[in-house]
């Protein structure tokens, strides 16, 4: 790409990658990293580069994703995202926030729960998932009211990414302009290939790291092939979505017979907005103990799916699964560029594979928006 | 500062406004909290019960006169009934203000017209409290209320004070008119043709969306520019500084951009159901 990321990328031959973990929990972090648990990859705790998903492969279409471990190749990161990004690590699906307690004399005390945060070293960090954590950081930290239990998280997260050379079916990165390749919002960056890794630092946390690993740079043949590997990843994405503001076409047609069709086939089970890196909503309830006397305030993930979601008293705005999808994608696609000056889909494809039943954004949102897109 | 967490006020005064709806006149316990705490009309609190919840209330005290935080309440939910049980004494939580209210500087100088239905009127007592204290600065007010059933009707006495008062005109409708019921029967929006709504003023809706739809279409066909027209919208609002997205109204969150709007600003998508 440019001379620049020439001069910086070093070399980590593969069997070297111990030494970066090693590197980063002598630095006090916890490494989580990919690994193949309940048929699916999922970030986990790992101590040793042997436990990353050797020879494993992902097949994934609407409403399927499966596991295939029979790849002769010794690569680890040859596949495309699974369930999680990064959002649960930092906005936690279930947390309690503050604690009420009725004092002996009646009174109310009100206590801020302590966030149980370690320092984390994320290993394997996507382009999409990045872009949508910048999203989730606008969102919860750069507002009016930064949201103290997220900022505390954050600021203990240290982000290994690897470039994507696997996308997959459902994967549409290239045309949201948020991938394959990530371009920032990393500490460090690898980009794999059969003998080991190009390595880049992408911040001042992670350029004492790559220097303490004293490696050799890559050559200019490794560099290129990354870029290459990159370059055919993004072309081999097949699904799209019109990369300009969706919202004026969307808002166009909110009497478009396809809301109607597709509340035929969804479910309205939130698993779209479960798995969707950018989706923030979430509940807030009381817990009280037995005692009557304590409570805990717990937040958890909710959805635009579920009919408490725009319950007020006596009245639903949105009761019916036509309604709560036009929500979700005029939200996601349309006024999501208001909110936070771009959309909110980073191409990840998730809500596709993860959808019980198949439900396509891209087709959807192309078939509302027709001819106005 | 933790922006979720409330802090603790104590029950000064339960006022009972009818059988379902009441008022909770509250102090924050730190009295240096309770000193520096200013609202603007329109705002709202979250008011929460322990082991409940929390719930968004209106503030409809008179802003400014360092007075108790009033919060009119109807019980009809698991935490506003919870609430109905509370005494003078009792503690609750509450966090803000927050939101936009109404826009006051604007209506320095200009005459006002006041439009709610139900316990809407609830946002607005706050102003036409504050216009009335202020008299000089305002010109003519013209409120006008409607209810379903005239047993319903809070606060009766004031308005047949306001409707004492000099360049002041008071209109009040009820769906079902009980005995002793000296105003018009009919819908709120039938009153319009009575109304004084001089070109110029500002309009200042409250209520059911049904309603604020028809008054301001109303409005708009009486010469008032729909640029003056402002409502205050309902949606669920939970964590009330635009994290939680419950509240979201297309680009806007009613709990931060809100609950006031401009009705050009509103308008597109007032009344499309789902929104």
Redesign the interface.
């Known amino acids: 790409m440019t001379s620049k990321s020439e001069h910086n990328s070093m070399f980590l031959p593969r069997p070297s990658l111990q030494r970066l973990l090693d590197a980063l929990r002598g630095a006090g972090y916890r490494c989580v990293g990919p690994r193949v648990k309940d048929n699916a990859v999922l970030y986990l705790p790992i101590s040793s580069a042997d436990e990353l998903p050797s020879g494993v492969e992902v097949d994934q279409a609407p409403g399927q994703y499966r596991v295939r471990e029979s790849s002769p190749s010794p690569r680890q990161f040859a596949w495309a995202n699974g369930p999680q990004a990064l959002k649960p690590l930092l906005f936690a699906p279930r947390e309690t926030?503050?604690r009420?307690t009725?004092t002996a004399e009646?009174?109310?005390?009100?206590a801020?729960a302590a966030v149980q945060s370690e320092a984390i070293a994320l290993i394997g960090a996507r382009a999409c998932d990045l872009a949508a954590l910048a999203l989730q950081d606008k969102?919860?930290l750069h507002?009016?009211?930064?949201?103290?239990y997220y900022a505390q998280r954050r600021e203990r997260l240290f982000i290994v990414a690897v470039n994507c050379s696997h996308p997959a079916a459902t994967c549409f990165c290239a045309s949201t302009g948020d991938g394959p390749r990530a371009s920032s919002g990393f500490d460090l960056a690898l980009s794999e290939l059969d003998e080991g890794f190009v390595i880049e630092a992408g911040s001042a946390r992670g350029q004492p790291i790559l220097d303490s690993l004293g490696l050799g740079p890559a050559s200019a043949g490794q560099v290129e092939q990354a870029l290459a590997e990159s370059e055919r990843a993004a072309a081999m994405q097949t699904r799209s979505l019109p990369s300009h503001n969706l919202r004026d076409a969307l808002?166009m047609n909110?009497d478009h017979p396809r809301w109607a069709e597709v509340a035929d086939r969804c479910l309205s089970c939130g698993n779209c907005t479960s798995v969707c890196p950018t989706c923030?909503?979430?509940?807030?309830?009381?817990a009280?103990a037995l005692s009557?006397t304590e409570?805990e305030?717990v937040?958890e993930w909710?959805s635009?799916f579920t009919r408490g979601?725009?319950?007020?008293?006596?009245y639903t705005?949105?009761p019916d699964t036509?309604?709560r999808y036009?929500?979700w994608l005029?939200?996601k696609l349309g006024?999501w560029h208001?909110?936070f000056g771009r959309s909110g889909c980073v191409g990840c494809g998730r809500c596709i594979s993860w959808c019980p039943v198949g439900i396509d954004i891209t087709e959807e949102a192309s078939a509302v928006c027709g001819d106005d897109a | 500062m933790n922006p979720y967490l409330p802090r603790e006020a104590r029950i000064m005064e339960r006022v009972e406004e009818t059988p379902d709806i009441f008022t909770l006149r509250l102090r924050l316990t730190d009295a240096a909290a309770h000193e520096a705490y200013r609202f603007a009309p329109g705002q709202f609190n979250m008011v929460y019960l322990l082991g409940a919840g929390e719930v968004p209330i209106s503030i409809v005290s008179v802003p400014g006169d360092a007075g108790l935080l009033d919060h009119t309440i109807r019980a009809v939910g698991r935490v506003t009934n919870g609430l109905a049980q509370l005494r003078t004494g009792d503690r609750v939580g509450i966090r803000g203000p927050f939101g936009r209210g109404w826009p006051m500087e604007q209506a320095r100088g200009r005459d006002l017209v006041v439009v709610t239905g139900g316990l809407g009127c609830a946002p607005v007592v706050a102003v036409i409290n504050l216009i009335l204290a202020q008299r000089a600065n305002f010109g003519h007010l013209t409120i006008i209320q409607g209810v379903k059933h005239s047993d319903e009707l809070l606060w009766r006495p004031r308005y047949a004070l306001w409707a004492s008062l000099a360049n002041v005109q008071v209109l009040l409708s009820a769906d079902h008119g009980g005995p002793l019921w000296p105003w018009r029967v009919g819908r709120v929006t039938d009153v319009f043709d009575e109304a004084h709504l001089p070109s110029g003023a500002m309009a200042m809706l409250c209520g059911p969306e049904i309603m604020m739809q028809t008054a301001a279409r109303l409005l708009s066909q009486r010469g008032i520019s729909e640029d003056d027209i402002y409502l205050s919208l309902e949606r669920n609002m939970q964590c009330a500084v635009g994290h939680c997205g419950h509240c979201q109204f297309g680009p806007d969150f009613v709990c931060r951009q809100g609950p006031v709007f401009a009705y050009p600003k509103i308008k597109q998508l007032f009344s499309v159901k789902g929104f």
């Open positions: 926030i503050w009420a009725r009646g009174g109310l005390s009100f801020e969102h919860f507002g009016e009211f930064p949201d103290p808002f909110l923030f909503c979430h509940v807030e309830n009381a009280p009557g409570s305030q937040r909710d635009c979601h725009s319950h007020i008293h006596g705005v949105r036509r309604t036009r929500q005029t939200h006024s208001d909110q």
